[in-house]
């Protein structure tokens, strides 16, 4: 009798709500109703030539979803220093704008199913979860964005200003070793806007979405927990819930010295 193949998974680390395996060249994920949007996506990324993202190729005997496994280095927290330098920072700003410049075109299907509501207006389609655990790097630099379930249409600052509170980062100082202080934190966001060619209007916007960001997380976390996601119960259970509303006490403590930095006008 010839003995059947074994196929070797390797479970992939970070993923703090799905467990996620790697097959040879693969990706499997529990695939959720969304996913059918998420692959029109991802296919239409790979038709504009966009390289920054995994291609969808459908789901398995399992039921799981089946993406391209990106080589790489996935940072998670404590992040290493490659992932907290200003060329990374710099990196992921021309990466997100060339990765919504992308979607801009796509033809998004008025029926499709998102796991986030969209939002108005739809500039573009969103990641997101614009976050060092979600991004690729390549011999430090960033590369490639991975874990699209969260994607929707929405405006453009939506995504920026929570990869800015991610990648800067827009945190509080004194609640964790190694955050930068409040005026490195402005002088990074600055680079990062810049690096994203962040318009005006936008610049004006950024620290109150990314309140609005921190705020819709909050109630996201809370809404999943209640509904018995033992993930999120987790999160909130962990503390995770506290640290996002201290990180946005101090954004809207130093609001305006966030914004001065903004100012095109700025130094």
Known sequence: MTPSLRIEEE????????HVVRIGTTVRRPAGRWMPAVH???????????????????????????????????PDYPLPEYARSDEALLGVG?????????????????????YFSPQSPAEV???????????????????AFID????????????????????VPLADPHREDGIPTVHEQARRLRLFADAYRLGDTDRNTLTGT??????????H???????????????????????????AEHIARHQAVFQTALDPASE
């Open 210 to 219: 990314a309140l609005a960001r921190l705020d819709h997380l909050i109630r």
């Open 40 to 74: 029109a996506l991802l296919n239409h990324l790979a038709a504009v030539g966009f390289t920054g993202a995994p291609a969808g190729h459908g789901l398995d005997d399992e039921g799981r979803e089946i993406l391209d496994f990106l080589p790489g280095q996935v």
């Open 148 to 167: 699209f379930d969260t994607v929707h249409p929405g405006p453009r600052i939506w995504d920026v200003a929570y990869a800015a509170y991610r990648f």
């Open 125 to 143: 389609i969103c990641h997101g979860d614009i976050a060092p655990y979600n991004c690729v790097f390549r011999d430090g630099r960033p590369v």
């Open 221 to 247: 976390m809370h809404d999943q927990a209640d509904a018995g996601n033992e993930a999120f119960a987790a999160h909130i259970a962990a503390g995770d819930d506290i640290i996002y509303r201290t990180d």
């Open 94 to 114: 021309v990466l997100l704008r060339d990765y919504h410049e992308a979607t801009a075109d796509f033809p998004a299907s008025p029926d499709a199913d998102w």
């Open 11 to 18: 479970e992939l680390n970070g993923g703090g709500v799905n």
